[in-house]
């Protein structure tokens, strides 16, 4: 009796006090989810906006500077002036535009189209039967590696990666037993921080040779690069970042959190049934079928899909330019097949009921993206960012600077814009004729240049607030965490952020001392 007594008198062993990094992003989190909800973020730096712009309005701020056009594909001298959001003018634009401001917002019409596909596989049991049979498949080592590596590898279907792959990584870590929100985060770091490289071809590397390729000719005409420049180097950052997202999950992100004690998902880890084995095969042969349609409008010189002045199916195609489409179809064909199939669909009315069950969701997002699209209108308009860019852009030319740190410079220096200007493509209109001729003449490989803005474009596209898909996350992360906010997830990808910006100009800078052949 005096043993038992005593042993309830112990006090229960208290849980170990986090130090370092993980106590630091403990409060990242704490102070980022004190801050007002999102849209009023952004309705504050509306406001802000309008009054910066007016101040450099008033001053007469303006750059002039050399940028080349992606579509003539000429140099052109061009002064920007900053522009006042107050005058009669700008009170015009914010009045007038509100309407169209969002209608060509692309996130928008993005995410809209895609999860009407998406909802139906969801909704069909499609998505949780793949999820199963993929982790019976995927070893469960690699099962980190082999989601953030897909999630690299779907930049070449633009934006389906952010819609599709990131939901799904946080459900394929909840049903073997992890915390989702770390399958979360690994897939956003694969998808959004290391967005810029890949082993395959895509639609972004067209536009990027091109400007490229413009202002090189600015010092030497008769020299050009092409698609597969960077093809080595890309190769080499994938396995190598494919390893440092995983390990970085694996040994700080996941640890963080601790264990899940959310709800579970039914029939975790279960092998399929005999119904959702008849619906898997019935969705291969549906997708296997709609290869076959699409192969037909692409494979033939001549398809429909292929670029009807040049004939290329790569780079600038209808195929390329309507990738999210294809996407979208392949989720639907795939759900309704194996809603057929395992009997979860019964007609059309449950195929429209899904996708409308998919869009409903997507309210509070909408409404979001909807304050961010004027900000982000508003704050084009203002020119803001483009003075910010030549202005930081000289700085960096004229600092004296060898090739070597001149490159890392200018890694460092597309980062740090990067939080306000994040399209890749206006940036490297603005950097590449004054960046490529310059360290072509301290003897730089122009590819090496290119390979260098790819380094510094991609890492912070998964903790700015610019990014159009980074409130989609903020959403699937409340999924599985109440009160999950903008805190939650500049914490979780902070980490990676931090590890890419050490590793990633590390490897750019030991592939141009030791001279290795940046593409073929």
């Known amino acids: 009796m005096t043993d038992i007594a005593d042993h309830r008198m112990i006090p229960p062993r208290p849980e170990p006090k986090k130090k370092g990094m993980a106590r630091a992003l403990d409060t990242i989190e704490r102070v980022g989810n004190k801050v007002p909800h999102p849209a009023v973020i952004f309705v504050a730096l509306i406001l802000v906006v309008m009054v910066l712009s007016h101040i450099f309005y008033l001053m007469g701020t303006s750059v002039t500077y050399q940028a080349i056009n992606p579509e003539t594909h000429t140099l052109e001298e061009t002064t920007t002036a900053a522009r006042s959001l107050l005058t009669g003018e700008g009170l015009r634009f914010m009045f007038a535009g509100v309407i169209d401001n969002f209608m060509s917002f692309t996130a928008v019409g993005v995410i809209i189209v895609a999860m009407l596909g998406v909802g139906v596989a969801e909704s069909s049991g499609l998505v949780s039967a793949l999820i199963r049979k993929l982790v019976m498949v995927a070893p469960r080592k690699a099962l980190t590696y082999i989601l953030v590596f897909v999630g690299i590898l779907s930049s070449v279907a633009a934006d389906a990666g952010y819609l599709v792959l990131i939901p799904l990584a946080a459900t394929a870590f909840l049903s073997v ?37 413009d202002a090189i000719h600015i010092l030497n005409p008769a020299l050009s690069i092409d698609l597969t420049a960077n093809f080595w180097f890309s190769c080499a950052s994938v396995l190598l970042l494919t390893f440092v997202v995983s390990f970085i999950t694996e040994k700080l992100v996941e640890p963080r959190l601790g264990k899940y004690t959310g709800p579970q998902p039914e029939e975790a880890g279960s092998a399929p049934s005999k119904e959702e084995s008849r619906g898997l095969k019935f969705a291969t042969w549906g997708v296997l079928g709609l290869v076959a349609v699409f192969a037909l409008l692409t494979v033939p010189s001549g398809a429909p899909l292929r670029n009807p002045e040049t004939g290329a199916l790569i780079g600038d195609s209808p195929f ?15 759900g309704v097949a194996y809603g057929i199939g395992a009997g979860t669909i019964k007609g059309t009315v449950d195929v429209i009921s899904a996708m409308e069950k998919a869009v409903g969701s997507l309210a509070g997002l909408i409404f979001l993206l909807f304050i961010i699209s004027q900000f982000i209108a508003f704050f084009t308009y203002s020119n803001m960012a483009t003075l910010a860019a030549v202005k930081v852009g000289d700085a960096l030319e004229h600092a004296g600077l060898g090739a070597l740190p001149l490159l890392i410079g200018f890694v460092l220096v597309v980062a740090v814009l990067d939080l306000i200007m994040t399209g890749a493509i206006p940036k490297w209109a603005i950097f590449a004729p004054v960046f490529v001729p310059l360290l072509m003449r301290l003897n730089v490989d122009p590819a090496a240049v290119l390979a260098a803005y790819r380094v510094g474009d991609s890492p912070m596209n998964s903790v700015s607030p610019l990014n159009a898909y980074f409130a989609l996350i903020v959403t699937f992360a409340q999924k599985y965490q109440k009160g999950a906010g903008v805190g939650t997830v500049v914490a979780l990808m902070l980490p990676y952020v931090i590890a890419l910006f050490v590793l990633w100009p590390l490897l750019l800078a030991l592939w141009q001392v030791l001279g290795l052949p940046w593409g073929f």
């Open 320 to 334: 390329m330019s309507g990738l999210i489409v294809a996407v979208t179809l392949l989720f639907l064909v795939a």
């Open 177 to 213: 037993g992890r915390h989702p929100i770390a399958g979360l985060a690994a897939s956003f770091a694969g998808v959004a921080s290391v967005f810029s490289v890949n082993i395959l071809i895509k639609p972004l590397d067209g536009i990027l040779t091109g400007i490229t390729n």
